[in-house]
């Protein structure tokens, strides 16, 4: 068989464009690029004066298999195929966090001759955004505490302070800590706990705000707990907006970045969509679509999670609408979800796929709930059979759904031209899109149609803890957020076991989170964790440094 190149080794022989020539390219004014090195910028935009009419392409995926199921490189070979076609076009993807690049999942940067460059730093600090917005929300613990400490003038129960410390790395020993102990002068002990940063409120307000002046605003309205009194207690009332913003002004310009084939490339924000809102920044999104005709963005995992909350929770805020979607699936995934396991993925099995297809079906079925139709990626991988293939294009074409086979990974653009085409077909209709639910219904139903309509789901149950949630967030106002749905992304149930498409089931809501500056309320059901822990072998015992200083095993 043939020996294929790794993603790192690919990008290593890649020829990448200075930045400045990008930036050009793109239309970027001089003036608003800040370069960050050679291949990496900063982009103000208060200085680019176009507005925002580039049409939207957004790719989700079916139920992922651990290892991803090519979401971020069929998202950067289809702008690169587009590109081919000679459109003028934009990718805009979120951030890697250094959790998964040490844990299991590796990157955010695509892979195979469909990535972005470079990859290297790409994936490990980039420019710095994670470590800034890790250091806003520590300082603002750092501010908590030390209020408390000072005598307490707002009356903050320390049991009742509800924002924690965050690390962007897997780190389960960090979930629960008492922190302050060593008496009077060490400050006042208390339970505390670490979330990763992209499950941090300021990610979700920094992915969701128009501007800095927005973010400052947005993170005004944080509430970080309670008084003994049980009344919020805001980051107004700390009175430490000004500065938590002043440590982004910087994160907050999107950056710019290239494809292998130059194709411009916007990555700012990272949520995951399992524990968060799973969708890249609305600064970078409308920053591309003020420059490009067409914008290919990505939402995490699959339809159940970064989509349902791209169209129900940014989509609304950024007064944008997808004109098509992209839905990757993979051979892989259909054969686990027709009962083949891990290990035996390699080995042809055409039966299984068409068992597994129902998990597809069902995540056609809820793009359709949005008035968008949704095209197939079907992302080829080199283990597939003819006879698998043809299985699922047989399978697409009894129910008129737009598929193709999508070889980005091998061929780069070239390999997502007949994709490009399909979705420009779709892009010429008039798609009817409409978020899923109004804001208007209570928070259990909120809940209840997220559940039954999108996960298949018969009902929901709620906690003690979380209907006791429910009466604060209802006495307090807050009903009327939208809701951030954090549920294992392997299946459509709280059981990541559950694989194909579940039917019969409840979901259980553990708790209910108020995030009253991202302005949605987070409902976490199943073991779902806002701290990840590293697997048994994580991607990390594979890496090192070169003799001339450069990764080795980094994907
Ligand atoms: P996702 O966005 O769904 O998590 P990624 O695009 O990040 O997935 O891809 C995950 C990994 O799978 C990457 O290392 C990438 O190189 C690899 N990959 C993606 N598509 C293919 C393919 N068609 N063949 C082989 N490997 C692939």
């Known amino acids: 068989m043939t020996d294929y190149l790794s993603d790192l080794e690919i990008a290593k022989r890649s020829k990448i464009r200075p930045i400045s020539s990008i930036a050009e390219e793109a239309g970027i004014p001089v003036g608003a690029v800040e370069p960050y090195g050679f291949y990496k910028a900063k982009i103000d935009t208060t200085k680019i004066k176009s507005q925002p009419t580039g049409k939207v392409v957004l790719v989700t995926a079916m139920s992922p298999t651990p290892a991803g199921e090519g979401k971020s490189t069929v998202t950067v070979g289809l702008s690169d195929a587009f590109r081919q076609l000679g459109d003028n076009v934009m990718v805009a993807l979120r951030e890697p966090s250094l959790g998964p690049v040490f844990g299991m999942k590796g990157g955010a940067t695509g892979g195979g001759y469909a990535q972005v460059l470079p990859m290297e730093e790409i994936n490990l600090h980039f420019n710095g955004d994670l470590h800034a917005i890790t250091t806003a929300n520590n300082a603002l613990a750092a501010f908590i505490d030390n209020h408390i400490y000072q005598g307490n003038a707002l009356n903050i129960d320390p049991r009742r302070i509800s924002w924690k410390r965050v690390l962007d790395m897997n780190d389960r020993a960090l979930r629960e800590v008492v922190i302050g102990l060593g008496g009077p002068f060490k400050g006042v002990p208390r339970e505390d706990g670490f979330d990763i940063t992209v499950a941090s409120e300021i990610m979700a307000v920094f992915c969701l705000s128009r501007d800095i002046h927005d973010l400052k605003e947005n993170i005004a309205k944080m509430t970080i707990g309670y008084t003994y009194d049980k009344q919020p207690v805001t980051v107004k009332d700390l009175g430490v907006e000004g500065a938590l913003a002043l440590i982004l002004k910087d994160a907050i310009k999107p950056n710019l970045v290239q494809t292998i084939e130059g194709t411009p490339a916007l990555i700012h924000g990272g949520p995951f969509a399992n524990i968060a809102h799973g969708c890249n920044s609305i600064i970078a999104t409308n920053t591309a679509r003020r420059l490009a005709d067409v914008v290919v963005t990505e939402s995490g995992f699959g339809s159940d999670l970064g989509a349902e909350k791209f169209m129900d929770i940014k989509a609304r805020r950024a007064g944008l609408e997808p004109a098509a979607i992209v839905v990757v699936a993979t051979i892989r995934a259909l054969k686990m979800h027709g009962g083949v396991l891990k290990e035996q993925l390699k080995a042809e099995d055409v039966e299984a796929v068409k068992r597994g297809i129902v998990n597809l079906e069902k995540h056609l079925q809820n793009l359709q709930q949005f008035g968008v139709e949704p095209v197939v990626a079907l992302n080829a991988f080199v283990t597939d059979t003819a006879e698998e293939v043809q299985a699922v294009k047989d399978w697409c074409a009894d129910r008129s759904i737009k598929i193709a086979l999508t070889e980005v990974w091998e061929k780069g653009g070239a390999g997502g031209v007949e994709l490009a085409r399909l979705v420009k077909e779709v892009m010429a209709d008039k798609q009817d899109f409409r978020p899923l639910y109004e804001l208007e219904l ?7 149609t997220v559940v039954q309509k999108i996960y298949g789901g018969d009902n929901v149950v709620f906690s003690d803890s979380a209907k006791k949630q429910l009466k604060t967030i ?59 822990g590293l697997p048994k072998q994580p991607a990390a015992l594979n890496m090192d440094i070169d003799a001339d200083g450069h990764a080795v095993g980094l994907f």
């Open 474 to 532: 209802i006495d307090n106002g807050w009903d009327h957020y939208p809701v951030c749905m954090a549920k294992t992304q392997y299946s459509f149930t709280d059981d990541p076991k559950k694989l194909g498409r579940p039917t019969g089931f409840e979901i259980t809501i553990r708790e209910l989170i108020p995030k009253t500056g991202a302005g949605f309320i987070v409902a976490l059901t199943g073991d779902i964790m806002t701290m990840p």
């Open 442 to 448: 209570p928070v259990e139903e909120k809940i209840r």
